[in-house]
């Protein structure tokens, strides 16, 4: 059971815009940012947002992120098929002196 | 560029040992926290543990699952960190990343993981 709650599962159709979403509380979201990890089959995690909205150098703009109280969301625009991920959200919690991870939302394009 | 290459990964039984390494190189290693990060197999993201840099004494913390079982150290002068796990657990069977991170919440660059199996 993740401290971080996402969707399993989520899918759409090249050029489609889709939503992930990450719940927290108020000891992990509501008082830190939120980053988002890329988890391509079979490899390492990659960071692919952080400070909740910031994009790292060489990820597409097609990716966004934002935060609004206990919660965050990670939108990809003009889906591709190389989109085809499991994503997770990540922050700091200040009840568990940790980072915290979200269960993973595993993104199809179909 | 940021490299960190992790090996000691392998086969053992429920209540063994085994000590797994962080290489690191890319980077002034002594100024960054490392974590490791765990992913059981089919399965999510879980923090193990951190060292923290040498401005911050290289202190540790631990996830609640692993506290008293695993160690964490480091060797600035080899750009090295190690995951020392005793009394491992089935529940222990994973692959375990070396992380750096940035900013005491970030991880911007992970290893590839080296798969630890913990099965008689």
């Known amino acids: 059971q993740s401290v971080l709650t996402q969707s399993p599962s989520a899918s759409g159709t090249p050029g489609q815009r889709v939503t992930i979403s990450c719940s927290g509380s108020?000891?992990?979201?509501?008082?830190?940012?939120v980053n988002w990890y890329q988890q391509l089959p079979g490899t390492a995690p990659k960071l692919l947002m952080y400070s909740n909205n910031q994009r790292p150098s060489g990820v597409p703009g097609r990716f966004s992120g934002s935060k609004s109280g206990t919660s965050a969301s990670l939108a990809i625009s003009g889906l591709q098929s190389e989109d085809e991920a499991d994503y997770y959200c990540s922050t700091w919690d200040d009840s568990l002196n940790g980072p915290v991870f979200g269960g993973g939302t595993k993104l199809t394009v179909l | 560029e940021v490299q960190l290459v992790e090996s000691g990964g392998g086969l053992v039984q429920p209540g063994g040992s085994l000590r797994l390494s962080c290489a690191a190189s890319g980077f002034t290693f002594s100024d960054h926290y490392i974590d490791w990060v765990r992913q059981a197999p089919g399965k999510g993201l879980e923090w193990v543990g951190r060292s923290r840099n040498k401005v911050n004494s290289y202190s540790t913390e631990y996830a609640a699952s692993v506290k008293g079982r695993f160690t964490i150290s480091r060797d600035d002068s080899k750009n090295s960190l190690y995951l020392q796990m005793n009394s491992l657990k089935t529940e222990d069977t994973a692959v375990y990343y070396c992380?750096?991170?940035?900013?005491?919440?970030?991880?911007?660059?992970w290893g590839l993981g080296t798969l630890v199996t913990v099965s008689s």
């Open positions: 992380t750096r991170v940035v900013g005491a919440t970030t991880v911007d660059y």
């Open positions: 108020s000891s992990n979201i509501g008082g830190n940012s």
